[in-house]
């Protein structure tokens, strides 16, 4: 029962990183009918970027963990805007049906290059800002830097919720989303919006990279696998539902500690794309997928 | 007010205006009236910026706005209530309110006294009163039609464009909106409307042009146009 226990709360903050990654996939989605499929990248980027700062590395740390986070989040914001102004925007003026594909997978590609020369090919441990003493909860034991993945996570995905309910820059956001000519019509900036939404996307890629590094390895390659599974969250969970990639998150997430832990680790990341497969067949607009109902 | 020039659009390949002239002074209300296919939703479309002219000029107070993009000509003070409505049907009744006023909240366009306005649009259709907080979607199509008015009035515009208003509403609803239009015209709103209704359009307006194949037919003082036995057997017969 412990190690049910065990497994499930382990599965649900890894599920919780795919989460936010997810929730990036779909602001992009929304407002521009495209992805940034270098997403993973953003997240090692903000990685590499506050280990810079905060790791034991070139002299470091310079500044504490919480301090790094802000810096981490501006950084992935301008990183974001750059992809969607040199990769996205000739291809959605063009009205390219795939070379946003291929420009942000290439972009993708480029930035990693880049963290190789930059931090080097060898993954490098993140100094844990929370004790490493794991807590025992019934039986199971859970890392703070855990607790600290699921809090940050949902504290990210409810500030941007609050953010496009109340103010009115998260209105025109929506109202983009929902009919991009019908809020050009109401003086709303819709490419300005778009890049901002690249940019919130990164950032929060950014965000899951400095939260999963304490717990993981940093490097180059630490991005690739993490974006390819969150975007398969991004699909099972629907690309249009907030709640869907929460659920869709946690069910990946879980489903790899249990296979791993009841079958054999060489298995983990079957069952994730078995769930994949059968929703794409049962119902392939997400689990919590949705169309809009428009009336005439 | 507003001023179209010799003004061409295509969409594609297919060109579908062909010179279009008309004007709307300050206070006026004009109507562009045709069968369908004429080009009176181009032309809108045109003066709104959600496409681009390919040729003639648009201007607004004598300065150019052909050519820009929509955003930028809401905040010249151009509100266009499009064809189809187009209300943000995921969000509340408020808040496609609220949006209206983007560019008033956002320092686009002097800020006034939003909340004010909000209350005077409730004020002036009642039903959306009623309906603040609900989901835009819910409405029926006449309230999104009313929503669509209000939604555009919250520019506090320089020009109103209304793209058939009455379209696919009940007789009754047709009624409300055509007296809605005049209301507006009372409190000094300048407005362009397209309208499938030509006799009712020409009813309330002040200056009427007819459009057939990408350019302008006839023109005239409204009272006129409803007296031309040409306009009299193309558009006004058969019961409209």
Same mark, same amino acid.
């Given at each position: 029962m412990a190690i049910l226990l065990q497994l499930l709360l382990s599965g649900v903050a890894l599920g919780m990183i795919y989460a936010v990654i997810a929730f990036g996939y779909q602001s992009t989605?929304?407002?521009?009918?495209?992805?940034?499929?270098?997403?993973?990248? &953003?997240?090692?980027?903000?990685?590499?970027?506050g280990l810079s700062m905060a790791g034991n590395v070139a002299g470091g740390p310079y500044i504490n963990y919480w301090a790094m986070i802000p810096i981490v989040l501006i950084f992935g914001a301008l990183q974001g805007a750059v992809v969607e102004r040199i990769g996205v925007r000739p291809a959605i003026k063009t009205k390219s049906e795939f070379g946003w594909i291929m420009s942000t997978i290439a972009l993708g590609?480029?930035?990693?290059?880049?963290?190789?020369?930059?931090?080097?090919?060898?993954?490098?441990?993140?100094?844990?800002?929370?004790?490493?003493?794991?807590?025992?909860?019934?039986?199971?034991?859970?890392?703070?830097?855990?607790?600290?993945?699921?809090?940050?996570?949902?504290?990210?995905?409810?500030?941007?919720?609050?953010?496009?309910?109340?103010?009115?820059y998260g209105k025109a956001v929506v109202a983009t989303s929902t009919d991009r000519d019908a809020a050009g019509l109401m003086g709303i900036n819709t490419g300005l919006v778009i890049t901002f939404s690249y940019a919130l996307s990164s950032a929060t890629a950014a965000f899951a990279g400095v939260l999963i590094a304490p717990i993981t390895l940093t490097g180059a390659s630490m991005g690739a696998v993490l974006g390819l599974k969150a975007f398969a969250v991004a699909i099972i969970g629907g690309?249009?539902?907030?709640?869907?990639?929460?659920?869709?998150?946690?069910?990946?997430?879980?489903?790899?500690?249990?296979?791993?832990f009841y079958i054999s680790t060489g298995y983990k990341d079957v069952p994730g794309l078995i769930l994949l497969l059968l929703v794409l067949s049962v119902k392939p607009a997400g689990l919590f997928g949705k169309s809009v109902i428009k009336k005439v | 007010m507003l001023e179209v020039k010799n003004l061409t659009a295509a969409y594609g390949q297919v060109s579908v205006l062909h010179g279009v002239s008309l004007k709307v002074e300050k206070g006026q209300l004009v109507t562009l009236i045709g069968s369908n296919g004429a080009g009176k939703t181009t032309t809108m479309r045109a003066i709104s910026g959600?496409?681009?002219?390919?040729?003639?000029?648009?201007?607004?107070?004598?300065?150019?706005?052909?050519?820009?993009?929509?955003?930028?000509?809401?905040k010249l003070g151009v509100a266009h209530s499009p064809e189809g409505r187009r209300v943000f049907p995921t969000q509340s009744v408020k808040d496609n309110l609220l949006l209206g006023a983007f560019s008033r909240l956002t320092f686009g366009r002097e800020r006034g006294d939003v909340e004010g306005d909000l209350d005077r649009a409730l004020d002036l259709f009642p039903r959306l009163r009623e309906r603040k907080d609900q989901l835009a979607g819910t409405l029926s199509g006449g309230e999104q039609?009313?929503?669509?008015? &209000?939604? &555009?009035?919250?520019?506090?515009?320089?020009?109103?464009?209304?793209?058939?208003?009455?379209?696919?509403? &009940?007789?009754?609803?047709?009624?409300?909106?055509?007296?809605?239009?005049?209301?507006?015209?009372?409190?000094?709103?300048?407005?362009?409307?397209?309208?499938q209704f030509a006799a009712a359009a020409l009813g309330v307006a002040d200056y009427g042009y007819v459009m057939e194949n990408g350019r302008i037919a006839v023109e005239g003082p409204a009272a006129q146009l409803q007296n031309d036995p040409k306009v009299k057997e193309a558009y006004l017969g058969g019961g409209h």
């Open positions: 989605f929304a407002t521009s009918g495209t992805l940034n499929f270098g997403q993973g990248e &953003a997240l090692m980027l903000g990685a590499m970027v590609i480029i930035f990693r290059n880049v963290a190789e020369n930059v931090w080097g090919r060898d993954d490098m441990p993140f100094p844990s800002p929370l004790p490493t003493d794991p807590l025992h909860i019934f039986g199971a034991s859970v890392l703070p830097m855990e607790l600290l993945v699921v809090v940050g996570a949902i504290v990210m995905m409810v500030g941007v919720e609050i953010f496009n309910r109340r103010s009115i690309l249009n539902s907030g709640l869907g990639v929460i659920v869709g998150g946690i069910l990946l997430g879980v489903a790899e500690t249990t296979t791993g | 959600m496409i681009s002219p390919t040729g003639g000029e648009i201007l607004l107070e004598g300065k150019s706005i052909g050519g820009l993009a929509s955003h930028q000509i809401s039609q009313m929503l669509a008015m &209000a939604r &555009a009035l919250m520019l506090k515009p320089e020009v109103l464009l209304l793209d058939e208003p009455s379209m696919g509403l &009940a007789p009754i609803l047709v009624e409300e909106v055509f007296h809605i239009i005049k209301r507006l015209k009372q409190e000094g709103v300048t407005m362009l409307l397209v309208e």
